[in-house]
């Protein structure tokens, strides 16, 4: 199975780029990884709701841009659904199941997702309803595909 995340901005603190390096490596034998970054946007204190929108929607085009078609896409967004881990593992388990080789999560910025990429998902998920900086958010998405993969072949570590 190919995994993708595509996020907008670069991680910048090392020990963030450790964890997420970590979970690459050990998510290796369980599927293809790939990470593509697209450049975030310069955001000034007290943006309006129009300039907010301005900015999602050209990181929106970045991420739009980079997304496959036939990839099933995977939004995290904080009214998304949630699930626990183990319905999380099941559902990238049934998503093999049913043919979908590609799936692909996307993390926005520090303003969320545009509309359009949120119409592009199949799916919106939410892990919570806190907000989280978007390269935790990396680094807690990594750990949770690595269990869910754990969780798929009966492997110990998730409880």
């Known amino acids: 199975m190919n995994i993708t995340i595509y996020t907008v901005g670069k991680i910048k603190e090392n020990f963030y780029r450790q964890a997420v390096d970590e979970y690459a490596k050990r998510l290796n034998r369980y599927c293809k990884l790939k990470i593509i970054e697209v450049a975030d946007e310069k955001t000034p204190d007290h943006a309006g709701p129009a300039l907010t929108a301005q900015i999602k929607d050209r990181e929106g085009d970045r991420l739009m841009a980079k997304i496959r078609d036939g ?3 995977i939004a995290l967004a904080i009214d998304g659904i949630k699930l626990d881990s183990a319905a999380f593992s099941d ?3 049934l998503l093999g199941l049913h043919g979908k080789s590609d799936i692909g999560f996307v993390i926005g910025g520090s303003l969320g997702l545009s509309d359009a990429v949120l119409k592009r998902a199949d799916l919106s998920l939410s892990f919570s309803d806190m ?3 978007h390269q935790l958010m990396r680094v807690i998405l990594l750990e949770q ?3 869910a993969y754990r969780i798929i ?3 110990p570590y998730h409880k």
């Open 71 to 73: 990839t099933y896409l």
């Open 91 to 93: 559902r990238i388990r």
């Open 131 to 133: 907000t989280f900086p």
């Open 145 to 147: 595909i690595y269990r």
């Open 153 to 155: 072949a009966n492997e």
